[in-house]
């Protein structure tokens, strides 16, 4: 009975020392998120975080990540707030490069995404340069050739100049008739200010729409009883929007008090969103607005699924933090990434190398291709809100 015992203890502590070993042959590999969580556009970073914690569940439940070493790395999330605010953006990334993680997603705002790349070294290996040695994955600010501010800058969003030329030449082989545009813009928001005018303003009249001006408003501004005068005055064919979905909504509710109809809405990027409907469905009803992301493949709807459980929504934002993380793991196992404590640097270097040998990425649409300049060159389609959901109304992959 005594030499049973003994064998009984000998086999648990047998078992107990496996166990001890399979747990150490597992590594954190600690990835940072930051992105507003707060404010206007808090919207932009609850949607990333979920996204990104439900790609990195779905990468650790399925084996994690395969190191350099043999050893088994599973995905560490956090995500910090950094208000859509320049100085807290920054402040955040140096409090992050200060740390373990090995490579941040984000930002969510260009107004942040483009002072914060002006902080990181320019040029990678540049010994003269003092800049902050730490790889960025934006996955929301989309403001046009930000990456090429440094090396160390990387992007997962679409060409919102692509988008729009497709788009208005789309729409005027639709619609003839449409013959003027006027633009409502956030004239405080680096990327409503962007999209209308180097980019929506630039391509109307590629397609012969008659440029009519545009009335603007602030980020934070609730009442628009003047702009939707002026839009009234102007009376346009075409109202492009170039704001988010907040005053958006807030414009588009104006509009619907005032009785100022116009022939056709076309939206802002950011507002192809969940919280564009929550806020005014009935208002932003037909709106079209070009999108590198919905649910159109298998991978799209199990991504969102898998999102909706860490309680947020895919759009063409979210959704490219969710392909973010799988770009990264594609990464760190080619790299041969160690994820130790005393690799760090060495591991920021491999994973900012890895990122920037990219050709093409795989994500939830299809492939993407990379740009000498850190860019992506996404697939898009063209949505329009339909009885309170979006609706695919024309898809460049299929037709």
């Known amino acids: 009975m005594r030499r049973t015992g003994l064998l009984l203890s000998s086999a648990l502590v047998a078992v107990i020392g496996l166990c001890g070993t399979a747990a150490a042959q597992e590594r954190a590999v600690i990835i940072k998120g930051f992105g507003a969580k707060s404010g206007v556009v808090r919207s932009f970073g609850i949607n990333s975080e979920a996204a990104m914690r439900a790609a990195a569940d779905a990468i650790n439940?399925?084996?994690?990540?395969?190191?350099?070493?043999?050893?088994?790395?599973?995905?560490?999330?956090?995500?910090?707030?950094?208000?859509?605010t320049a100085e807290e953006g920054i402040s955040v990334v140096r409090r992050i490069a200060a740390g373990p993680a090995l490579v941040a997603i984000g930002p969510g705002c260009s107004n942040v995404a483009e002072p914060l790349f002006g902080v990181?070294?320019?040029?990678?290996?540049?010994?003269?340069?003092?800049?902050?040695?730490?790889?960025?994955?934006?996955?929301?600010?989309?403001?046009?050739?930000?990456?090429?501010?440094?090396?160390?800058?990387f992007r997962n969003v679409p060409s919102e100049i692509d988008m729009y030329n497709a788009l208005f030449t789309w729409l005027k082989t639709k619609n003839p008739e449409l013959k003027t545009i006027f633009a409502g813009v956030e004239e405080n928001f680096a990327h409503s200010r962007a999209s209308w005018y180097a980019v929506m303003k630039e391509a109307a009249p590629k397609v012969g729409l008659e440029v009519k001006g545009e009335a603007k408003w602030l980020l934070e501004d609730t009442n628009f009883a003047q702009q939707v005068r002026e839009i009234k005055a102007a009376s346009p064919d075409i109202l492009a929007i170039a704001a988010h979905p907040f005053t958006t909504c807030g414009v588009l509710k104006e509009m619907r008090r005032q009785g100022v109809k116009v022939k056709l809405l076309v939206g802002l990027t950011s507002s192809s969103s969940m919280e564009t409907l929550q806020g005014c469905a009935r208002e932003?009803?037909?709106?079209?607005?070009?999108?590198?992301?919905?649910?159109?493949?298998?991978?799209?709807?199990?991504?969102?699924?898998?999102?909706?459980?860490?309680?947020?929504?895919?759009?063409?934002?979210?959704?490219?933090?969710?392909?973010?993380?799988?770009?990264?793991k594609k990464v760190i196992e080619e790299q041969g990434v160690l994820a130790k404590p005393d690799t760090v640097q060495a591991d920021r270097e491999k994973i900012r190398k890895g990122l920037a040998a990219l050709k093409e990425t795989d994500g939830l649409l299809g492939k993407s291709k990379r740009t000498e300049d850190r860019e992506a060159v996404k697939p898009y389609m063209y949505v329009h809100a339909k009885d309170g959901k979006w609706a695919v109304l024309f898809n460049p992959l299929t037709n």
């Not at 399925?62 to 950094?82: A, H, M, R, S």
């Not at 709106?287 to 799209?300: D, G, L, R």
């Open 120 to 153: 990181l070294q320019r040029k990678a290996g540049d010994a003269s340069d003092s800049g902050l040695q730490f790889p960025i994955f934006t996955d929301v600010a989309i403001k046009g050739g930000l990456a090429k501010i440094s090396e160390w800058a």
């Open 284 to 328: 932003a009803e037909g709106i079209v607005i070009p999108t590198s992301f919905a649910p159109v493949t298998k991978e799209a709807e199990a991504a969102a699924a898998q999102a909706a459980k860490f309680n947020g929504s895919l759009d063409l934002h979210s959704a490219a933090a969710y392909e973010n993380i799988f770009i990264l």
């Open 61 to 84: 439940s399925q084996g994690g990540v395969k190191l350099g070493d043999g050893t088994i790395g599973k995905i560490d999330v956090e995500f910090l707030d950094d208000r859509c």
